[in-house]
Structure formats: C-alpha cells, structure tokens
C-alpha cells in the first residue's frame, strides 16, 4: 500500500513524499477536473445553466453595438463585423464589460449625430439589458444553475424602469427635434404598450413573511 | 443553520459592481448629453442609472443564513432525502448557492428567495454506510435587481449517520461447541426440544408422559419395567463478528492514499464488512443464537453476545459509527473470546495483523470464518508503477490468504456469493466430528 503513493485511510495520510505528491497531481491531471460529483441533486424549479446566461450577455453587448454601428451605415462593415465580433468575446469572458460597450454606443452615438427614432429607442432597450443581463452573468458561473423564477423576478424590475426609459426617448425624440414618421411613433407606441404589459404580467415579489 | 446578525439590522449589503459601473457610466452619459446638448445620448444612460439608484435604494441589511436539514426519515443506504435551508433579510430575492460534499464540489445555483426564505429539497445518492456528511452548504443573497449582496454566509454542514442494511443468507456455519439447554440448534446432550436421542429404562426424575408405552408393551409386556423416550437437548450458538476497522479502502487504488476521496456510488471495504456482519448477525440471531462484536482497530470494550432484536440494533449502531481512528493499533494479543464461540473476521487482509489473529483463535480451537471485504478492485487506469505495487500487494494478500487456509480457517470472499460460500462451510461443519455437538 505504501508503494501506492502513501498510507492507508486511518493509517495516517501525512507521509506522502514529493514523488507520491508529484503523482497524485500527475493522475489528477489524467482524470480532469474532478470538481464536481453528481451524486447530489438539489431539487429546485426551471432553471437555465450560468454557461447560457453569461452567453446572453455577450450577445446582448454584440447586438448593442452591432445595432449601433449598422444603425447609422456610416463605417465600414468589415470594421463593424470585426468590432462586434471583439465585444462578444469580451464580455463571454468579462461580463461586467457589458457596461463598457454601452459607453462606447453612448460616445459613438455623441460622435455621430442624432439617430433615428428606432435606432435610439432600440439602442436603450439593448444598453439596459445588455447591463442587466450581465449583472446577473457576474453572479454564477459556467455550471451554476439559474432559476428561471430569479429571472422573472429581474425582468419585472427591468420592465418598470425600460418603460420610463422608452417614453423618455421618445420625450427626448420631440425635444431634440428630431424627425419623427407616422409609423416611427406608432413603432414607439407600441414598444411603450408592449413593456407596460409586461410589467403587468410578470410575477411581482411575493411579500411571505419568512417563518 | 449557522448563526448570524438578524436580519434587518447591521450595516446595508454591498454595492454590486456592475450596478456601481452602470450607475457610472449613465451619469456620464446624463453628464455628456447635457454639456453637449444632446438628450438621445443622455437617454441612453437613464436607465442604467435609474435601475442602480433604484437597486441601492432597496439595499437589505443583515446576514444571510443557511442550514442543512435533518434527513426526513432513517438514513438507508442508497439515497439519503434532507433539506438545504437559506433565509436573508425580507426584502432579499434571490440567493447564491453553493453545495459540497467532502471536498467536492456537488452544485451551485441561483434561487428565487421569495419572502427572503427557501427551503430546497436535496437527493444525495450513495451506497457507502457509517458516517457519512449530507452537504456543506454556504451562501450569498442578493437584493432586489441584484443591485446589492450579503457577506458570504459561514458554511453549515450536516452529517448522518447510515446503518448498513442486511442481506438475505441461508445456511450458516455452527461453532463446534453449542451452549446452553435453549436454542435453535439440536446438541448431543439428552434434555428436550430436539430430536429422538434414544429409549431408555425409566429412572427417578424422569416423567411420565415420556413414557413410550408401545415399547415397554414390545418389550416388557408385565410391566416390570417402563421405557421412556429421551431426546436431545436444544442450544445455543455464540457468535463473536470481529470487523478490521483499521482499513477503508475503496475499488480504485488510487484513492487509498486518501489524496482522493472513494466514489459514491463504490461501496468500500468498510461498507462491505458492515453489510457483511450485519447479514451474519441478523441470520443468527433469527435463529436464537447470541452474537456479540469487537473492532480490531480500537481498543474499545467489545458488545457481549446477547441474542434478540435489539442486539441487532446494537450492533447496526456499533457498526455505523466504526470508522479508522487514528494511527492503526498494535495488538500484543488477540482479544480474548467466549469458549467455544465461532469467530468470524472481517477484513481486506491487506496486512498481515488481522491474519495472524485470525489464525491464533483457530490455534487455540474456535472455528474461525475469514470473510475477505475487499472491494473488486479497477486497476486499468493505473500507470505502471502503481499496478506494478498493486501487483505486489495482491500476491502479499493471496499467499496470506493461503496460509490462513492452511491453518484450516473457512474463507469467504464477500463480493462474489457470500451465501453460497457459506453455506458451503457450513455444510463442511456438519461433517466435522463433534460438529453440532
């Protein structure tokens, strides 16, 4: 037993040498990570894996900026592509960089003039939900597993203040002077229509005393 | 569930990161689209900055708690049902748990805390018996739009204690000597309860109804003499089960240096020697025989032979609770047994101590039962040094094994049929001269 690397359980398993060390990393190493054991289930409602969550984010970001570079068709879209391509892979790794491409679309947006209605109230609704899905992607890890209830919980929060956000685009929109179509306010009516039927629709948190 | 600061009082939680980045990076949006005149890029950063400034507003204060449950009901090998419990402060909403199990990481997840508390159902599946922990739970809450968090929780762990279930035998072997004038086995001394012994002349003290009067018709028909009819006396076997708890070694050679943990779902040797002497010491004590047990490993007063249903208890919980403790004890001498007892020993006999004790009892005239608790041992993804050790210690084991043979004490490998095998022995024993006796 002793030539297996060290002693037996209960004989004491404090003499392992440097070479019986080296092994056991060595045949660690073999196996893989060995972190997880699937013997415990933990029984909880509908969930999504961290792995997905953290995916939406860095999609949600690409399309903030994609949205955003395209919107305007100024730039070249190999640039475009190229760019999008750099924030997905930023925030898949970075979450919280989230918040960085929506710094980027607000200087890029500075930079190049007023939007057009749709573009703007699409870019609010991207920049919003590309931060807060990455405040939920910072929380878990690749395997954590998301209840899809927590999710509820988020977008109800995100659905009351997305649609004060949008009525203030379209507030800012008439302020700014900026050109306004039939069917842009209509598009803008029915954004504002579709987040305050959600905000009904989706749970509230509940207000059970804990026991 | 672990202690801590109730919730609502103490200082609010932390600030989230990336709500404090958000909240940043919509002032300087607000910030910019005001110097510069421009309301579509101070729009952009309103509602970052209104959902951090709303997520902060509703910071909870206070700790977070989690516990491990009790199990619902007896521990049983297999699964083992309990319960995972966190509870924060009301205005919490969700919670980031983590649970382990030995050095293992078992699950991680992210749960909806409505009112502040959840309880969560947890299923662990394992076959190995004894002490054995539930999980190891901690935790971190959230606050409302994951705008805040607690301090991590301090870890809660529970343990439980499973009791090795029994499995079914048949015919068991007897020690040489039986006791006592009660049982469930026929002894060679006349009394009553067993079978014809013989026909004997009535003496003073024996009883009339034994009297067999179709005899003494055949045979004195005057009546000048009476013949009764004597029978054997019933008796008792005692049975000492003597478990090696010095090793717990599982079927991957790789985890015996206790670097790594056995799996699961791979019963180990102490598993198997509990099942073992369980099984054996249920079959006896059906029958009414007396069993007692000792543990090799520790120098603790051993459990007597007694006999009914709550010495099976007994020995259940002392099994349960053996376990390796410490440094391996060196024993000048065997310990000492009831004369005449049936001695079985429970090991891997991967040492030479449990054989050379097992081969002094059968020295000193006990019929001794070896029943060899190794695991089947999975020696593929060894590299070669190591099978070539494990070579060598399997040859060491096999010519132990032989010896103990040698000495006329019964092996029985527990992993292949353990009832077949001991059936064999006994049926070996009713040949023996003075078998049964």
Redesign the interface.
């Known amino acids: 037993?002793r030539?297996?690397?060290?002693?037996?359980?209960?004989?004491?398993?404090g003499d392992?040498s440097g070479a019986?060390r080296w092994?056991?990393l060595l045949?660690?190493a073999?196996?893989g990570p060995?972190?997880?054991?699937s013997?415990?289930?933990?029984?909880?409602?509908p969930?999504v894996v961290?792995w997905a969550v953290r995916l939406g984010a860095a999609v949600l970001a690409a399309a903030l900026i994609a949205t955003a570079w395209f919107g305007y068709g100024r730039w070249p879209a190999a640039t475009g592509a190229l760019v999008t391509a750099a924030a997905f892979v930023l925030v898949a790794v970075w979450?919280?960089l989230?918040?960085?491409a929506?710094?980027l679309?607000?200087?890029g947006?500075?930079g190049a003039g007023?939007?057009p209605l749709w573009l703007?109230l699409t870019?609010?609704l991207l920049?919003?939900l590309a931060?807060?899905v990455?405040?939920?992607a910072?929380?878990?890890?690749l395997?954590?597993?998301?209840?899809w209830?927590?999710v509820g919980?988020?977008a109800r929060?995100?659905v009351v203040?997305?649609a004060?956000?949008q009525l203030?685009?379209l507030v800012?929109?008439l302020?700014?002077g900026?050109h306004v179509a039939a069917g842009d306010a209509v598009r803008a009516a029915a954004v504002v229509l579709v987040v305050v039927a959600l905000a009904v629709v989706l749970p509230w948190?509940?207000?059970?005393?804990?026991? | 569930m672990t202690a801590g600061q109730p919730p609502g009082t103490g200082a609010p939680w932390a600030r989230a990161r990336v709500s404090v980045a958000g909240a940043i990076v919509g002032v300087v949006l607000l910030a910019g689209g005001a110097v510069g005149g421009r309301a579509d890029v101070a729009v952009l950063g309103a509602a970052p900055l209104v959902a951090a400034v709303w997520g902060f507003a509703r910071r909870p204060s206070g700790d977070a708690l989690v516990g491990a449950g009790a199990p619902s009901a007896e521990p049983r090998p297999g699964a083992l049902d309990a319960s995972l419990l966190v509870a924060g402060p009301h205005d919490a909403v969700a919670a980031v748990v983590g649970v382990r199990r030995g050095r293992r990481e078992a699950a991680e997840l992210l749960v909806a805390t409505p009112g502040g508390w959840r309880e969560l159902p947890v299923v662990v599946t394992t076959v190995r018996t004894g002490p054995q922990d539930i999980a190891t739970v901690d935790a971190i809450a959230l606050g409302p739009g994951l705008a805040s968090a607690s301090e991590p929780s301090a870890a809660d762990t529970r343990q439980t204690v499973v009791l090795p279930s029994p499995r079914p035998l048949d015919e068991l072997p007897l020690p040489p000597v039986l006791r006592g004038l009660t049982g469930g086995h026929e002894s060679r001394r006349p009394g009553e309860g067993g079978g014809l012994r013989d026909v004997h002349p009535f003496a003073p003290g024996d009883r009339l109804r034994r009297i067999d009067w179709r005899v003494t018709a055949r045979r004195a028909p005057d009546l000048h003499e009476l013949y009764v009819r004597r029978e054997h006396a019933l008796a008792e076997a005692v049975v000492l089960l003597v478990v090696d708890s010095r090793d717990d070694v599982g079927p991957d050679p790789q985890t015996w240096r206790g670097s790594l943990l056995p799996r699961s779902q791979d019963p180990t040797s102490l598993d198997l020697a509990r099942q073992a002497a369980t099984s054996v010491a249920q079959r006896y004590l059906a029958l009414g025989d007396r069993v007692g047990l000792d543990d090799l490993g520790v120098k603790r007063r051993p459990l007597p032979p007694g006999g009914g249903r709550r010495q099976l208890d007994r020995i259940r919980h002392a099994l349960a609770v053996t376990r390796p403790e410490g440094d391996p004890l060196v024993r000048l001498r065997p310990p000492q047994l009831p004369s005449g007892a049936l001695v079985y020993v429970f090991s891997t006999f991967l040492d030479d101590e449990s054989a050379q004790v097992a081969s002094q009892w059968r020295r000193s005239g006990h019929r001794v039962v070896a029943v060899d608790v190794l695991p089947t041992l999975r020696d593929r993804h060894l590299d070669d040094r190591e099978r070539l050790a494990l070579r060598l210690l399997v040859m060491a084991r096999v010519d132990r094994l032989a010896s103990l043979r040698d000495v006329d004490v019964e092996i029985v490998t527990w992993r292949d049929a353990p009832a077949v095998s001991l059936a064999g022995a006994a049926r070996r024993g009713q040949r023996r001269p003075g078998a049964a006796s």
């Open positions: 037993v030539g297996l690397g060290g002693a037996r359980l209960g004989r004491g398993g392992a019986a092994t056991a045949s660690r073999r196996r060995v972190s997880r054991v013997d415990t289930v933990v029984q909880v409602g969930c961290g979450p919280s989230a918040v960085g929506l710094l679309v607000g200087t947006v500075f007023v939007p703007l870019l609010v920049g919003h931060v807060a990455a405040g939920l910072v929380r878990v890890r395997l954590t597993r998301v209840e209830a927590v919980l988020l929060d995100f203040v997305q004060g956000a203030l685009a800012a929109a302020i700014g900026m948190a509940p207000t059970r005393k804990p026991r």
